[in-house]
């Protein structure tokens, strides 16, 4: 059995207390009564999924010429069970307990194809219908499930189960491999011999290593002393060549300042 066919078996109803009470009126409806045949459609009732619309058929039908058509229409996706009664000036029809189908079902109309001849006095140019609902019972969507759907279902979800199984025992492996690695190179940056600290350049006459701020002072053939050797009376010549002093070595003072930072 299928699900839908399931579904067709099931019928559930839950008890209602919807009532409404509309007056209709319909201009020159005598005039509509000597037309040609036709149906005035009023939408009445309309509460969540409960929709309910008057049919009147002022020129009656082929079955009954000659009378006024007066329906109720079920045009919801449920059924329901219905009280209810239409009345005009002096005429009063009414019906309990009548089970409307679903819209576009073959029992989702009822009324009364005879409801008034042409020739009574009480069929006017205007007419009121007092149309009076009380919804007893209100159909339910239920889906029913067939044994065949359950089990694809079922088998549906086993495949998902291996397939995340799967997929979780893929990612261990994939993250053992990677944790591996990572062990691996900790072990090799442990075992790695300590970087040796930066040499700095010294001062040749007071051997202290040139790191900034110190000022240092370059000679024509590219060495280095300090500012503070430099201002003795007696450093006037290089002491690595003997050649004049030229100035600031402010190349070599930037360098440094890169290395050890400006302090």
């Not at 007066?70 to 329901?80: C, E, G, I, Q, T």
């Not at 050649?243 to 190349?251: H, M």
Request: hydrophobic share 35%; aromatic share 8%.
């Amino acid at each position: 059995m299928s699900a839908a066919e399931a579904g067709d078996d099931i019928k559930v109803f839950e008890s209602s207390n919807i009532r409404r009470t509309y007056d209709v009126t319909i201009a020159n409806f005598r005039m509509k009564t000597k037309g040609a045949k036709s149906t005035t459609i009023v939408n009445l009732l309309s509460v969540d999924n409960l929709k309910f619309s008057l049919e009147v058929n002022p020129a009656g039908n082929v079955s009954h010429p000659g009378y006024v058509g007066v329906y109720l229409r079920n045009n919801s996706p449920v059924d329901a069970i219905v009280n209810y009664s239409v009345s005009v000036t002096g005429q009063n029809l009414k019906d309990n307990n009548k089970l409307f189908t679903k819209a576009g079902s073959h029992n989702s109309s009822w009324g009364w194809p005879m409801f008034l001849n042409h020739e009574d006095y009480r069929t006017t140019d205007t007419m009121v219908f007092v149309v009076k609902l009380h919804i007893v019972k209100a159909g339910v969507v239920c889906q029913g499930v067939g044994l065949h759907h359950t089990q694809a279902l079922n088998t549906k979800i086993e495949e998902n189960i291996i397939a995340i199984t799967e997929k979780l025992s893929s990612l261990e492996t994939t993250t053992t491999t990677k944790f591996e690695a990572l062990d691996a190179i900790a072990n090799t940056i442990q075992t790695c011999p300590p970087a040796r600290p930066i040499p700095c350049p010294e001062c040749p006459i007071c051997l202290d290593d040139m790191k900034p701020p110190t000022k240092i002072i370059q000679c024509k053939g590219g060495h280095f002393i300090c500012e503070k050797c430099r201002a003795r009376p007696s450093v006037q010549f290089c002491p690595s060549c003997r050649e004049e002093f030229i100035g600031r070595a402010v190349g070599i003072e930037g360098y440094l300042r890169q290395l050890f930072g400006s302090n």
